[in-house]
C-alpha cells in the first residue's frame, strides 16, 4: 500500500512563504509524476504544480511564478515551495503520485492545511 507522508502546512501571513514536504512509501521513481494539489472549502481539489520522473514541471496558472515544485531523489522527497502567499492560497494541501500503470487511480497524502492571513 503506497503512503504519501506531508509535512509543513500551516499559518503564515499575505506575502509570506511556506515549504511542503511529501515522502512517498517507495521510491519515487516509482511513479510517473508526483505533485501537489489544493482543495479549499466548498471547491473542487485541484493540481497546482506536478513534477514527471524524468524532472518536468508543469504549474496552475494561478501559482506560477509564485510556487516552486521540486525533489531530493537522495531523500526521496517532492516539495513545493510557496512563495508570496495569498489569501486564496487557503486550502488543505495533498501530495499526490501518478502510478505508471495507468489504471490504477491516483494517490494521496492526507493533505495538510495551508491557511494564509491577511
Known amino acids: 500500500q503506497v503512503q504519501l507522508v506531508e509535512s509543513g502546512g500551516g499559518l503564515v501571513q499575505a506575502g509570506g512563504s511556506l515549504r511542503l514536504s511529501c515522502a512517498p512509501s517507495?521510491?519515487?521513481?516509482?511513479?510517473?509524476?508526483m505533485g501537489w494539489a489544493r482543495q479549499a472549502p466548498g471547491q473542487n481539489r485541484e493540481l497546482v504544480a506536478t513534477m514527471t520522473s524524468g524532472g518536468s514541471t508543469n504549474y496552475a496558472d494561478s501559482v506560477k511564478g509564485r510556487f516552486t515544485v521540486s525533489r531530493d531523489l537522495a531523500k526521496n522527497t517532492v516539495y513545493l515551495q510557496m512563495n508570496s502567499l495569498k489569501p486564496e492560497d487557503t486550502a488543505v494541501y495533498y501530495c499526490?503520485?501518478?502510478?505508471?500503470?495507468?489504471?490504477?487511480?491516483?494517490?494521496w497524502g492526507q493533505g495538510t492545511q495551508v491557511t494564509v492571513s491577511s
Open positions: 499526490n503520485a501518478r502510478s505508471w500503470r495507468v489504471v490504477l487511480p491516483d494517490y
Open positions: 517507495g521510491s519515487m521513481l516509482s511513479f510517473s509524476q
